[in-house]
């Protein structure tokens, strides 16, 4: 495995625990983890919009 970062360039951490091991980037965030993030859209109700909400219930 590469040492350098794939998003960011930087040189990853290696982490182990137990005999397992994980990479990181402490510049980027970067843990090695795919994500797909192909699904459909979908609304975001906003911090406003909740406390609205939660204000009609009363």
């Known amino acids: 495995m590469s040492t350098e970062c794939p998003r960011c360039g930087s040189t990853l951490t290696t982490l182990s625990l137990g005999g ?8 980027c965030g970067y843990v090695g983890v795919e994500a797909d993030h192909s699904g459909e859209p979908r609304a975001v109700e906003t911090w ?3 406390l609205e909400r939660f204000a009609r219930r009363e």
Request: net charge negative; with cysteine; hydrophobic share 45%.
């Open 48 to 50: 406003a919009e909740a």
């Open 20 to 27: 397992a091991e994980a990479v990181s980037c402490e510049e």
